[in-house]
Nanobody, 122 residues
Framework: QVQLVESGGGLMQAGGSLSLSCTVS????????MGWYRQGPGKQREAVAV???????DYADSVKGRSTISRDQSKNAVYLQMNSLKPDDTAVYFC????????????????WGQGTQVTVSS
């Protein structure tokens, strides 16, 4: 069984910074794409930042220029640093990873963390 455990989040001030961490654990072969999604009040879940195993990165336009995603493959971990926080960044942030669990089949399944609340006050 695969688990994604997030840490970080909480109550932040506008203009401040956010650091999130996520570690994949359990019985798996390897991870591929990893990233962060968020779901604000009354909104649909949206991608914030995604990083491939090869290091290719995509950011949502709303966070581009003030966010950095990184990963440590030796720790099966992904990180998100976000600066210049805005009230619109208030959301539940979810860690995401494509994970291969079957050594006989080269396919990857999507796994999600339980989510961590980030609230940005003005």
């Amino acid at each position: 069984q695969v688990q994604l455990v997030e840490s970080g989040g909480g109550l932040m001030q506008a203009g401040g910074s956010l650091s999130l961490s996520c570690t994949v654990s359990g019985n798996f072969i390897r991870t591929d794409r990893m990233g962060w999604y968020r779901q604000g009040p009354g909104k649909q879940r949206e991608a914030v930042a995604v990083i491939t195993r090869g290091g290719n990165i995509d950011y949502a336009d709303s966070v581009k220029g003030r966010s950095t995603i990184s990963r440590d493959q030796s720790k099966n971990a992904v990180y998100l640093q976000m600066n210049s926080l805005k009230p619109d960044d208030t959301a539940v942030y979810f860690c995401y990873a494509l994970v291969r669990t079957d050594p006989q089949i080269n396919t990857y399944d999507a796994h999600w963390g339980q989510g961590t609340q980030v609230t940005v006050s003005s």
